[in-house]
């Protein structure tokens, strides 16, 4: 039973359709494994048993009857803390809505219970996700199954670190600044932040208050996994029109520009001097690709069509903006303030008019169009996720990133530098697949980004199929 918990999410969907084990069994296995490993992870931080219970034993009996079943049936999974569940708290990992029980679940919850999943917990995450570190007053600290004195990553921390631990059979994530892609790199998982739009973003609680239906720029919702299959299955379940458009609106996104690595064309920017890349991580992403070379991809090295200090320039202040809308009205006040008083730097950006904010959308427009016109040319871009490996806890409070560091090379640098790697799929609405290609030798997973075209989503969930076929993926940490 140990390694049924690792399966993938399709392996113990069909394991249960074809009677292996019980949908009974497998929640009763993943609850018992979060009694014996979860106290040294502090990943599902809340549990409704009772009611997944009643939900596995109603799978079971479709099962019995012969019905037809969905893609995920049986399958216990687990959602981010920011995701409303009816009828569980949705904390958003802040005090401010520590007490907001939701009377109806999410869009993408319904479309996983649709799929036939036993949603049974909600994972942790950092206060109002706005962190690559995991912890809040809450529910407290997360951390990484492979090295308990480093954090799983931000903000779906909790995620990545119930899936390498085998806590969970799938998760759903949720990533404006890296926040699926950061912890599927650090945990050693695999990640997708799909094409802006495509998965309905309703019913978080993270950015914003409970209730709020308008769109939050540049967020999305996505899946995890331990295995690449599992992203396309996500993906496949949680993809398409919301509720207001459906009557209208199909979504049929693309196949995959190739299906074997030798058919893909592949662009790599490895490193840059604007944001480098430490030395272990580095190496591993070059073995990668000569591995992928290897495999008879056609390979470009180079940056992108946007350079990095470029794109920034675009990023921050649009993703600080966002930021603003989450600060209490007596705060914002006094940025408004320090904004009109020549304060500049977060205040300002926080503060943006729209004016600035649409002529920055603008340039962003041209951005997006010269990404478009680069992938004319090549399937997928491969780049780091983040500058290093998982780091140790921080958690000194630090709300505008000038206190903390990172160690890179050998020298500190700016916390902030966990952007520019994540911004390029970020600010330009691109899918970015997360994959794990090495470890440290420490034993720190090390992933790589695979970012392809606007709306081929599944381009960069096959190419993360290809490499995990040529070069290995998911391993599990010792001790679980």
């Not at 959602?79 to 990992?93: I, N």
């Not at 030395?279 to 390979?299: K, S, W, Y």
């Not at 983040?386 to 000038?402: E, G, I, K, L, N």
């Not at 606007?454 to 010792?478: K, M, N, S, Y």
Request: some cysteine; charged content about 25%.
């Amino acid at each position: 039973m140990t390694d049924l918990a690792f399966r993938s999410a399709r392996q113990l969907a069909a394991a249960v359709a074809a009677k292996e084990v019980s949908s009974v069994e497998l929640l009763d296995h993943y609850l018992d494994r979060g009694r014996r490993f979860d106290p040294k992870v502090n990943a599902v931080v809340a549990r409704d048993e009772e009611g997944a219970r009643a939900a596995a034993r109603a799978a079971d009996r479709a099962v019995s009857r012969g019905e037809p079943l969905g893609a995920l049936h049986g399958v216990p999974v687990t959602v981010k803390d920011s995701v409303e569940v009816a009828g569980m708290r949705a904390t958003g990992g802040s005090a401010r809505w520590g007490q907001h029980v939701p009377d109806r679940d999410a869009e993408s919850v319904t479309r996983l219970k649709n799929a036939g999943a036993i949603v049974f917990g909600k994972s942790n995450l950092p206060a109002d996700a706005r962190d690559w570190q995991t912890y809040n007053e809450i529910y407290g600290t997360t951390n990484n199954p492979w090295d308990p004195a480093r954090g799983p990553g931000g903000s779906s921390g909790g995620s990545a670190a119930a899936l390498a631990a085998g806590l969970t059979g799938l998760e759903l994530g949720g990533d404006t600044a890296g926040s699926i892609r950061v912890p599927a790199h650090f945990c050693g998982v695999y990640g997708l932040r799909p094409s802006y739009g495509i998965v309905p973003g309703r019913g978080t609680v993270s950015g914003h208050a409970p209730g709020t239906l308008a769109d939050t720029d540049m967020s999305v919702l996505g899946p995890l996994g331990r295995h690449a299959d599992d992203l396309g299955l996500g993906l496949d379940v949680l993809a398409g029109a919301d509720r207001e458009r459906s009557p209208a609106w199909r979504l049929e996104l693309p196949a995959a520009r190739a299906n074997t690595l030798r058919e893909f064309r592949v662009a790599a920017w490895l490193d840059d001097p604007f944001c480098p890349v430490d030395g272990e991580p580095a190496a591993i992403l070059r073995e990668t690709l000569e591995a992928v070379r290897a495999e008879g991809a056609a390979v470009v090295e180079g940056p992108g069509p946007v350079g990095l200090e470029e794109t920034m320039a675009l990023y921050r202040p649009l993703l600080m903006a966002q930021s603003g809308l989450i600060e209490p009205d007596e705060s914002y006040s006094g940025l408004v303030a320090l904004a009109a008083a020549g304060g500049g730097g977060f205040a300002s950006d926080a503060t943006l008019r729209f004016r600035d904010w649409h002529l920055l959308d603008e340039r962003r427009q041209h951005s997006r169009r010269r990404w478009a016109e680069f992938f004319r040319d090549v399937d997928v871009l491969l780049c780091p996720v983040s500058p290093t490996a998982a780091f140790p806890h921080d958690q000194r409070p630090d709300p505008s990133w000038s206190l903390r560091t990172l160690r890179i090379n050998g020298s500190d640098r700016p916390y902030r530098e966990m952007l520019p790697w994540i911004s390029l799929s970020s600010l330009n609405y691109l899918p970015a697949a997360v994959a794990p290609v090495g470890a440290t030798r420490d034993g720190l997973p090390v992933g790589v980004q695979v970012i392809a075209p606007h709306l081929h989503d599944r381009t960069a969930v096959r190419f993360a199929q290809c490499l995990a076929e040529a070069i290995g993926g998911f391993r599990r940490p010792p001790g679980f």
